[in-house]
C-alpha cells in the first residue's frame, strides 16, 4: 500500500469485538491477570497499554521500522536513547541541534560520565576524523534546526559503523513522510512527536524507532524502568493527527516553497535557509535522502531589533516556540527555542542573533506572503 492509504488502513483495534474506526482509549493503569502466576498480554501501562501499542505499530510501519516506541515528549525519547550508553562512552554530535538536546548532552549526560564531541556533521570528513574509540554513538538532525543544514545520513552511517557505533537521526523537521532514516543505514530514529506527527500542537510525545530487535529489547527495557511511555489519551490524540500527515504535509510543503521563494526574491533579506531550494547549499543531498524540504525555514533580518520586530509585525504568524503545526509560527530562535544553549556554545554554534525561524502551516499561501510583505515594510 501507498503512504496515503497506509495512514489511515491498518488495524486500529486488534482483538477488538466491535470492530470501532478510531482506536479505544484504553484508559486504565492495570489489567486484571486470569492467573497469579502468569501476566496476560497487557498487566500495567508503564510496561505496556493497547492505544500506545496501536500507536507504535503505526510510526514504526510508517517509519520502515520493525518497533516504535512512544514517550511522553521528544526529550524524553531522546534521553533513552542516550540510556545505551555508559561511563566512558563518547557521543560525535552535529552542532545545530535542538537547544533542550544540548542542555541534555552538556548538564545532564555529563554526571553520568559520557562525553559529547560537536563537529560540523555537514561535512562527513570531520565526523570521521573526530571518532575514537571510545565513540559509541553519532547523533544528527537533518535538515538541522533552526539553521536548515543538510547531513549526509548514508555517510554519516557508514562512518559510523565503521567504528562499531550506533548512528542516531532525530528526525523530527521531516516526518516518516518524507525521510526514512533507518533505509539509510540509521540505528535509531527519534521524533519530537509533539511536532509534524501530531501536526496540531495538542499533544507533547517522542518516538524511538528501530529496526533491530535486540536494539528494539533495551530501548523497551529502558522505556519500563524509566517510566516515561505517553499516556492512553495523549496516544489517541496522536492516532487521530497521525492521519492527516500526508494531507498536512503537503500543503504545509507547497505554502514553505511558495514563502521561501518569496524571501528569497526580498531585498530586505539577506540570506534564507530552506533546503527546498535549489539553492540550498544541501539541496542534492537533500534530493536524494528526502522527499522534499519540508515546511521548516530560517531566514536573517538584517538585525536583532529587526527580528524582534517582524515577529511581532505579523498577524497571521504567531509567536510560538516549537513548529510543525497546521498553524504558522514564528520565532527567533535565539531568544525561545535555543535560549538555553550555554553561552560558550552558542558561540561556537553561530546562531545569527537576527535568524527568525518559520514553520509554515496550511493557510493561504497568499495571505501568508502578505503577512510577511507587510512585516518586512514596518521595519
Ligand atoms: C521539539 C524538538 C525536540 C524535543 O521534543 P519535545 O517533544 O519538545 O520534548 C527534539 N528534537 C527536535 C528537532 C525538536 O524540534
Sequence with gaps: ??????????????????????????????????RADSFGQYDYTRSGNPTRRVLEDQIAALEGGSRAFCFSSGMAAIANVTHLLKAGDEIVADWDLYGGATRLFGEVLNRSGITVRYVDASEPGRVAAAMTPATRMVYVESPTNPLLRIVDLAAMAEIAHAQGALFCVDSSTMSPYLQNPL???????????????????????????????????????????????????????????????????????????????????????????????????????????????????????????????????????????????VNSTISVPLKMSHASTPLELQATRAIPEDLIRLSIGIEDSDELIEDLDTALRAI
Excluded: W
Design 1 to 34: 500500500m501507498k503512504f496515503a492509504t497506509r495512514l489511515v488502513h491498518y488495524d486500529g483495534s486488534p482483538g477488538d469485538p466491535f470492530h470501532p474506526m478510531a482506536t479505544p482509549i484504553y484508559q486504565t493503569a492495570t489489567f486484571a491477570q486470569e
Design 183 to 325: 533505509s539509510l543505514g540509521a540505528d535509531l530514529v527519534v521524533h519530537s512527536a509533539t511536532k509534524f506527527l501530531c501536526g496540531h500542537s495538542d499533544v507533547t510525545g517522542g518516538a524511538v524507532v528501530v529496526r533491530d530487535e535486540a536494539l528494539a529489547r533495551e530501548i523497551y527495557f529502558l522505556q519500563n524502568a524509566e517510566g516515561n511511555a505517553l499516556g492512553p489519551f495523549d496516544c489517541f490524540l496522536l492516532l487521530r493527527g497521525l492521519k492527516t500527515l500526508k494531507l498536512r504535509m503537503d500543503a504545509q510543503q507547497k505554502n514553505a516553497l511558495l514563502v521561501a521563494a518569496f524571501l528569497a526574491g526580498h531585498a530586505g533579506v539577506p540570506e534564507v535557509h530552506y533546503p527546498g531550494l535549489p539553492t540550498h547549499p544541501g539541496y542534492d543531498v537533500q534530493v536524494r535522502q528526502a522527499r522534499g524540504g519540508g515546511a521548516v525555514l530560517s531566514f536573517r533580518a538584517g538585525s536583532a531589533k529587526a527580528a524582534t520586530q517582524i515577529a511581532e509585525e505579523t498577524k497571521l504568524f504567531r509567536i510560538a516556540v516549537s513548529f510543525g503545526s
